[in-house]
């Protein structure tokens, strides 16, 4: 096993795997325009419903040679170690998952195949590569460590009580990832991080449903009495965390990222009910709080999760920029201001456009 060390900055060909989604496109475009980054991004994307090529609109006529497009599937290994040989890969930031609780109770299998046998195609091929490979960095969940109670905090020595499909499937590809720098001596790091938010995301997840449900006079469903706490995390925070950890944490390591953002579900949803009544009343002048409507519980819902950032804020210097009040109103603005996105989203046509281009 090799000897713990700090990550390498000179990164020349990273893959970037799942980045037409919602965190991979933040992180692609954040990177691109890092002055700190001078290598290419080969952005690795199956394009399944969440992975939508319009979030890196204009990327490739701005950047040129430095990112690349593969449409390739984590689960096609023959496809995957092309894509490495053909783009001399040396380092691999590992998004691409499936990620929907919901999903994932309806259609474990898919996230099985995707999440664990994907991520150990990706460690075989990033092994075979010896010494030319610099950083494989998986980006995990605070699911895995299950529930919390009202008191407490994830920390990265948790022990791991993953309560969904979605998350079982997460905990073993983070145990994988552990296991081939262990066994076999691949760098590796991985974060576990919290809720995100913010710009691109799929309309799934409880803020952009919430937001584009008020605006068009939706039910905006939560899930049991509401009273479940998430720690929240905006996007480009989040992708600041990733880059300090792919560049400065120690190779081996597990760093977990939290927002510092504990909310109740029903609090959020109030909160956006009364910023789009602030910035876009409705035409009828009601309060959107009349549209919320309790839903039966989803099974094994999680009632709190909370993460304790402690040990990448006190070696790696990372913090959150963003308050959740100030992020969730840039998110609000966001979506906004982006109907042609919106509406593409809304209507399948990003999925009919994508047909075109990549069949």
């Known amino acids: 096993m090799k000897t713990k060390r700090k990550s390498e900055v000179g990164f020349s060909n990273l893959l970037v795997t799942g980045g037409c ?11 691109l325009n890092d002055t700190t980054f001078s290598g290419r991004i080969i952005n690795l994307d199956k394009l399944t419903y969440a992975g939508n090529p319009e979030n890196l609109e204009g990327i490739a006529a701005d950047f040129g040679p430095r990112y690349v497009f593969q449409k390739v599937d984590i689960c096609d290994a023959a496809k995957l170690e092309k894509v490495f040989g053909e783009h001399d890969i040396d380092a691999v930031c590992h998004f691409a998952a499936e990620s929907h ?4 109770i309806k259609d474990p299998g898919s996230f099985i195949q995707t999440n664990i046998v994907g991520t150990f195609n990706l460690l075989e091929i990033a092994k075979a ?3 030319k490979f610099k950083l494989f960095h998986h980006v995990s969940t605070d699911e895995v460590y299950g529930s919390l109670g009202a008191e407490g905090l994830f920390r990265e020595d948790t022990p791991y009580r993953p309560n969904s499909p979605y998350s079982a499937s997460k905990a073993a590809s983070d ?8 066994t076999f001596g691949l760098p590796a790091t991985i974060s576990n991080c919290s809720n995100n938010y913010g710009p691109y995301q799929f309309p799934e997840k409880l803020i952009p449903l919430v937001i584009l449900n008020a605006l068009e006079g939706k039910p905006l469903p939560v899930y049991g009495d509401g009273k479940n706490v998430r720690d929240w995390l905006y996007v480009e925070d989040h992708c600041d965390a ?19 953002a504990e909310m109740e579900n029903i609090l959020i949803v109030q909160l956006i009910c009364d910023i789009l009544d602030e910035i876009k009343p409705a035409t009828d002048g009601k309060p959107r709080r009349q549209l919320i409507t309790f839903v039966s519980d989803r099974p094994g819902h999680d009632r709190r999760y909370a993460i304790d950032f402690t040990k990448l804020k006190a070696e790696l210097g990372w913090s959150p920029r963003e308050s959740f009040k100030s992020g969730l109103r840039q998110t609000v603005r966001w979506y906004l201001n982006q109907k042609k996105w919106v509406e593409n989203i809304k209507t399948g046509a990003y999925q ?7 069949g």
């Open 129 to 131: 590569r010896g010494d």
């Open 175 to 182: 145990h994988l990832v552990r296991a081939y720098y262990k």
């Open 21 to 31: 989604g919602f965190i991979g496109s933040n992180f692609i475009r954040n990177l």
């Open 352 to 358: 009919s456009w994508m047909k075109e281009q990549y």
């Open 101 to 104: 609780v919901d999903r994932s």
């Open 242 to 260: 990733i880059w300090t950890i792919m560049t400065s944490g120690v190779i081996g390591e597990t760093y977990n990222v939290g927002g510092n």
